[in-house]
């Protein structure tokens, strides 16, 4: 399974960003994709996650700024950010959670790269 990112940047305080992640490779079912984070000197965290079934989950942080959507067809997911701060500059990782065969009792997860965000004062 290998996931694609896309979308990170540089921008100003305020500015918005959308970040895209594309799933692809041998597998039966796209359980959930989420967006996590890791600041300098930070732990990695959840920003939002959002499953097969269209259900979303934020950190507090992000609440009400960034949306996240998917489209299911393409196994892809976007991550819109508004009202960026500077805390919010991160490597921002696409993380999908899938199972690889029909009627397995396991599911998996992977990774992407990462896609650096840096917000500007």
């Known amino acids: 399974v290998d996931l694609a990112e896309s979308g990170g940047g540089s921008v100003q305080a305020g500015g918005s960003l959308t970040l895209s992640c594309q799933a692809s490779?041998?597998?039966?079912?796209?359980?959930?994709m989420g967006w996590y984070r890791q600041g300098p000197g930070n732990q990695r965290e959840l920003v939002a996650s959002?499953?097969?079934?269209?259900?979303?989950n934020y950190a507090d942080t992000v609440e009400g700024r960034f949306t996240i959507s998917k489209h299911g067809p393409k196994h892809t997911m976007n991550l819109q950010m508004r009202s960026l701060r500077p805390d919010d500059t991160a490597v921002y990782f696409c993380?999908?959670?899938?199972?690889?065969?029909?009627?397995?009792?396991?599911?998996?997860?992977?990774w992407g790269q990462g896609t650096a965000v840096t917000v500007s004062a």
């Open positions: 490779g041998d597998f039966d079912t796209l359980n959930e």
């Open positions: 993380k999908a959670n899938v199972r690889l065969r029909w009627g397995d009792s396991q599911d998996y997860d992977y």
């Open positions: 959002i499953t097969r079934l269209g259900r979303t």
